[in-house]
């Protein structure tokens, strides 16, 4: 299954206290890792697999993602992956 970011750099730094001039290359294992681990430990990997692919659709063809989908992921998981990516991204800024 292709990679897919549940958040955007955007938001991830207007939401912590990372400064803009910080290269998204490397934040992007930290953001991968803490939704691999903590979202698709939380949520179990068939929710994870279908968020995941509902994603890739969204970004790949413009596909809208499901009203209750949608919410899950931008009220729940998404501040998630942004507090779980800033954290474990800390000790390597």
Do not use: R
């Not at 206290?17 to 910080?22: A, I, K, Q, R």
């Not at 990997?45 to 970004?59: F, G, N, P, S």
């Amino acid at each position: 299954m292709a990679t897919a970011l549940f958040i955007t750099e955007e938001k991830l730094k207007s939401f912590t206290g990372l400064d803009e001039n910080v290269d998204p290359n490397m934040l992007y294992p930290f953001v991968l890792q803490a939704q691999d681990f903590w979202i698709q430990q939380t949520c179990g990997t068939k929710l994870y697999d279908k968020i995941k692919e509902l994603v890739i659709a969204k970004v790949s063809g413009g596909t809208p993602i499901p009203a209750a989908y949608k919410t899950l992921l931008d009220d729940y998981i998404a501040p998630t992956v942004i507090h779980y990516g800033y954290y474990q991204a800390l000790p390597q800024l």
